[in-house]
């Protein structure tokens, strides 16, 4: 099967070496105290990144930068999620710090403050007001999706709002802001940010067998992408944005 990270495998591979610098702290491994291991296979939010500013300019070291930035804010997002703190770590050999709760925080808490030290030594710190208003906004997510559990009928009707918050404005973000460090001017940008809106919508959808709704954004995020300039750059990213589709069909077939 086709690597669709493949045209830009050796910058992804740049980001990872990068992060893998922070993973080691004087205690030991993050993934000693947490289940960091769990996402951090994950390169679509990098990924999203690099190819927006493959399309306005290429990959510099700021580009990396940002790329990494991004994958931070996701890490530290997924490990806060999944934080269950009705669970309490106790002093024993048989129980796993990073089954509980407060190890986890703290790890998650790291990430985020690594994004900001990322953001100062890249002299990129002009995006920190929008990267943290994506912080916000997924926080505010996460309050609305934990605030809707137990009941149905307001998990039902909140449950694209969630998505909106805690996945489609990050991958707007990585979209817009990927372009924007790269060159892309202000229509552009807002091009990219609606394509990445679009298919964060879709993949959030999608992730919760929602696929009539989530079919409907990825045929949106596609349609966006007419928009650019033809030639292999947007061709990568459109590849990307099929190959996600086609993942949540199968999964749907998996499930019918």
């Given at each position: 099967m086709y690597d669709v990270y493949c045209p830009i495998k050796w910058d992804l591979l740049r980001v990872r070496e990068r992060m893998n610098r922070h993973y080691r702290i004087k205690a030991g491994s993050l993934k000693d105290f947490s289940h960091l291991e769990k996402y951090t296979d994950s390169d679509?939010?990098?990924?999203?990144v690099l190819?927006?500013?493959?399309?306005?300019?290429g990959?510099?070291?700021r580009v990396i930068s940002l790329a990494q930035v991004f994958q931070f804010i996701y890490l530290a997002v997924m490990l806060h999620r999944d934080i269950n703190e009705d669970e309490q770590v106790v002093d024993s050999d048989c129980i796993e710090p990073g089954d509980g709760c407060q190890y986890p925080v703290l790890v998650g808490d790291y990430l985020y403050g690594r994004f900001f030290t990322t953001l100062c030594d890249a002299d990129i710190v002009e995006y920190l007001g929008p990267l943290s208003e994506i912080i916000y906004m997924i926080n505010e997510g996460g309050i609305i999706r934990l605030k809707s559990q137990g009941a149905e009928k307001a998990a039902t009707i909140s449950r694209q709002e969630i998505i909106r918050l805690e996945m489609a404005e990050l991958m707007a973000g990585c979209c817009k802001m990927g372009g924007q460090i790269a060159g892309a001017d202000r229509e552009s940008q807002e091009q990219l940010?609606?394509?990445g809106f679009?298919?964060?919508m879709a993949v959030g959808l999608a992730g919760m067998d929602m696929y009539d709704r989530a079919d409907t954004f990825f045929n949106e995020a596609l349609s966006l992408l007419e928009y650019f300039k033809p030639g292999?750059?947007?061709?990568?990213?459109?590849?990307?944005?099929?190959?996600?589709?086609g993942v949540t069909k199968e999964n749907r077939r998996m499930v019918c």
């Open positions: 679509l939010c990098p990924a999203l190819y927006a500013a493959r399309m306005y300019g990959v510099t070291n940010y609606r394509f679009s298919l964060g292999k750059d947007r061709e990568d990213l459109r590849g990307l944005a099929v190959y996600l589709s």
